[in-house]
C-alpha cells in the first residue's frame, strides 16, 4: 500500500474548507434565489447514470472523458459528465411537458475525466437552469437575462456574454455539402481560432465565392450588434438569415431587460456539445480563461428521452466564478454568526447542556466544552 496516498486527494479533485467553503455555499444560495425568482423550481438527478444517457447520439462529452465503471448486474455506469442530459431524461419522466413550460433548476458536481496535463478539475460544481418546452425567442432572452441577473447578484460587474447560433455555421455547411469529415475539421480549425487554417482547407474545396467568403469570414464574426448585419450581407442562405434574425429579436428583448450592454455576438462560436440547435452562448470575466457560464438551446434532446421538446438552459461554473471573484478582490462576505461557548464541567454538565439545547432551539449557535478536555 502507498502510505503517502493517505495523505492526497486525487489529481483534479480537491478538498474545499473553512472560509472559502462559507463563501461558496453563499454564492450558491443566492444564485438559487435568483433562479426561485424567476420560477424555476429545484430537481435533484442521480450522480450516476445509465452510460446510455450520456452516449455519443445524445452529443455530450466524449466516451473517453467519461468515468465509468460496473454494477454487480453489469450494467455500464457513468459518473455525470453534465447535467443537461440527466435533467432532459427526468423531465420526460416525470412532468407531462404538453401544457405550460417547465422551469427547472438545479446545483451538483459533474465529473470529467480530462488529460490532467490541462490543469482542469475533473470535479467541477454546476448550478443550471433548464427550461422546457419553449422554443420561442423570448426564453432564449429570458434565459441570458437570468444569467446576467446571477452574475451580478454575485459582485461581479465585468463580464460578457457571447452569444452565437448553430444554424449560421450548419447553414453554410449544408451548402458547401460536405462530409462529416470536413465538418470536423472545421470546427477544429474555427474552434482553435486557426484562420489560416480554415482559409487553407476552405480553398480547396472549390466552393462558390460567396459562400466561400463566408467561410472565411466566420473566425472574425464577433463584436457587438452591428456584426450581425456584417453577417447577413455575407450569405443569401435563408436558414443562416434567420439565425441572424433570431440573434437580433433576442437583443431587443434583453433591451427590454436593460442588460443588452452585456451580450457580444460571435458566429463562429461552436460548442464541444453537439446537441445545441439554437443560440449558444459563454460568459467570460477577468481572473479565469474559461468561461464561467455555458449555454444554449437544444430542441432535439428530450426526443432522444422520448418524448419531444424544445429546451434552453445554461450551467454555471461555481468553481470560476468563485476564482473570478477572487482574482477581481470583489469581497464575498458571509455574515457573521455570533457563537456562544457554554463551558462545563462534570458537576453542572446537566445545566449546561440543558441550556444548550433550549438556546439551540432559539436558532442560537452554542458551542458545548468541556473543561479540562481541550487538547486530544
Ligand atoms: N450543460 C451545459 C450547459 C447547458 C445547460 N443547458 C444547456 N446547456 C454545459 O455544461 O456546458
Redesign the pocket.
Known amino acids: 500500500m502507498d502510505m503517502e496516498r493517505i495523505f492526497h486527494t486525487p489529481e483534479g479533485v480537491r478538498d474545499i474548507c473553512q472560509e472559502e467553503c462559507r463563501q461558496k455555499l453563499l454564492i450558491q444560495k443566492k444564485i438559487r434565489r435568483i433562479f426561485h425568482l424567476y420560477g424555476f423550481q429545484d430537481i435533484e438527478t442521480p450522480t450516476f447514470e445509465f452510460f446510455e444517457v450520456f452516449s455519443r447520439e445524445v452529443g455530450?462529452t466524449p466516451s473517453k472523458e467519461l468515468y465509468k465503471f460496473f454494477d454487480r448486474e453489469g450494467n455500464t455506469l457513468v459518473l455525470r459528465p453534465?447535467?443537461?442530459p440527466s435533467?432532459a431524461r427526468c423531465a420526460v419522466s416525470c412532468f407531462p411537458l404538453n401544457m405550460e413550460p417547465v422551469r427547472l433548476c438545479y446545483a451538483g458536481n459533474?465529473f470529467v475525466n480530462n488529460s490532467s496535463f490541462q490543469g482542469r478539475m475533473k470535479e467541477a460544481t454546476?448550478m443550471?437552469?433548464?427550461r422546457i418546452g419553449d422554443s420561442s425567442s423570448d426564453a432564449d432572452a429570458e434565459m441570458l437575462a437570468m444569467v446576467v441577473n446571477c452574475l451580478l447578484e454575485t459582485g461581479l460587474r465585468d463580464f460578457q456574454i457571447s452569444v452565437g447560433e448553430v444554424n449560421f455555421f450548419k447553414a453554410l455547411l449544408e451548402d458547401a455539402k460536405k462530409d462529416d469529415e470536413m465538418e470536423r475539421k472545421l470546427r477544429e480549425l474555427i474552434s482553435n481560432k486557426n484562420n489560416f487554417g480554415v482559409e487553407e482547407l476552405i480553398r480547396g474545396q472549390n466552393l462558390p465565392k460567396e459562400l466561400e467568403n463566408a467561410f472565411f469570414q466566420l473566425p472574425y464574426l464577433f463584436g457587438d450588434a452591428e456584426i450581425l448585419k456584417k453577417a447577413k450581407k455575407l450569405t443569401s442562405n435563408q436558414r443562416a438569415i434567420r439565425a441572424i434574425h433570431r440573434l437580433e429579436e433576442i437583443y431587443e428583448i434583453l433591451k427590454c431587460y436593460g442588460y443588452e450592454n452585456y451580450v457580444t455576438f460571435d458566429l463562429g462560436m461552436l460548442?464541444k456539445?453537439r446537441y445545441?440547435t439554437g443560440i449558444i452562448f459563454q460568459a467570460y470575466t477577468y481572473g479565469t480563461g474559461e468561461p464561467i457560464v455555458?449555454?444554449?438551446?437544444?430542441d432535439n434532446l428530450l426526443e432522444h428521452f422520448g418524448k419531444a421538446a424544445a429546451?434552453?438552459?445554461?450551467?454555471i461554473s461555481i468553481d470560476q466564478l468563485m476564482l473570478a471573484l477572487s482574482r477581481q478582490n470583489i469581497p464575498v462576505t458571509v455574515p457573521e454568526e455570533e457563537e456562544i461557548i457554554l463551558s462545563y464541567t462534570i458537576e453542572n454538565r446537566r445545566d449546561a447542556i440543558v441550556q444548550a439545547v433550549n438556546l439551540r432551539r432559539e436558532g442560537k449557535r452554542v458551542i458545548l466544552k468541556k473543561l479540562g478536555e481541550e487538547g486530544i
Open positions: 455530450t453534465d447535467f443537461t435533467i459533474t454546476q443550471g437552469a433548464e460548442s456539445y445545441y455555458k449555454g444554449g438551446r437544444y429546451a434552453s438552459g445554461f450551467g
